[in-house]
């Protein structure tokens, strides 16, 4: 089981890090041997970020980015666009991408620019915030100014990021999870709001200081989202 996994990841990177399909790989093509642990039965560490296979969840390390103003991201890694990111994420994109995947999830493709109208397609999962050993939906961060509430409950659409210029592009970008659709990024928002940029803020009301540490928690929606439909 453990070579198994082991040999799954390390393919899975050669096709992320590297190009796409007849392009030359990049210079750095596989996942480095000590982002990659078998913690026990079913459980692995990609990088830091926690699979337990049993219990179809991913955890990893976050941090508060922003308490108020226009947001465009839930989660962003290092170098991202800290801007307009609720939080930010302690982890590497093609991590996530790889973790997401080896817990049998789909991406079907994203839209094809920033603001696109059309509606993500993917698998879909739920997203959490734990702190202090309480958890929220992340959707509670989330401000909707037309509607005057916390982001409508919804679940995320993994598209899968699309490629830039051959390199895998949530890696190039930095992008994980989106409000305000982007062809780059893992996890993007199916709700109508997410073709407009002007919809959502920073929660204030929910989200603690700038820098204070929380963990993300994404487990599979079950049943899984037929195929086209829209949760």
Not at 32 to 58: H, M, Q, V, W, Y
Request: charge should be negative; hydrophobic fraction near 40%; include cysteine.
């Amino acid at each position: 089981m453990q070579r198994t996994m082991l040999a799954t990841l390390y393919l899975l990177s050669l096709a992320l890090l590297g190009a796409s399909a007849g392009e030359n790989p990049a210079p750095t093509t596989a996942v480095p041997a000590k982002d990659i642990e078998r913690l026990g039965e079913g459980r692995f560490r990609i990088g830091n970020i926690l699979l337990d296979k049993t219990s179809e969840t991913l955890r990893f390390p976050a941090a508060v980015n922003m308490q108020e103003g226009i947001v465009e991201l839930v989660a962003c890694s290092s170098a991202g666009k800290l801007h307009e990111s609720v939080f930010l994420a302690d982890i590497e994109p093609y991590h996530l991408q790889l973790a997401l995947l080896l817990l049998g999830l789909e991406p079907k493709g994203g839209v094809q620019y920033q603001g696109d109208p059309t509606t993500p397609r993917g698998d879909h999962v739920l997203i959490w915030v734990e702190r202090d050993g309480q958890r929220r939906r992340v959707e509670d961060y989330v401000w909707d100014l037309p509607r005057q509430a916390p982001m409508e409950r919804t679940s995320w659409v993994f598209t899968g990021s699309k490629f830039v210029e051959g390199q895998f592009g949530a890696q190039v970008t930095r992008t994980l999870i989106t409000t305000y659709h982007d062809p780059y990024t893992i996890l993007d928002n199916p709700l109508p709001t997410g073709g407009d940029d002007t919809v959502y803020e920073a929660n204030k009301r929910v989200a603690p200081a700038v820098g204070t540490t929380v963990t993300l928690v994404i487990q599979p929606v079950k049943p899984r989202v037929a195929k086209g439909e829209t949760k």
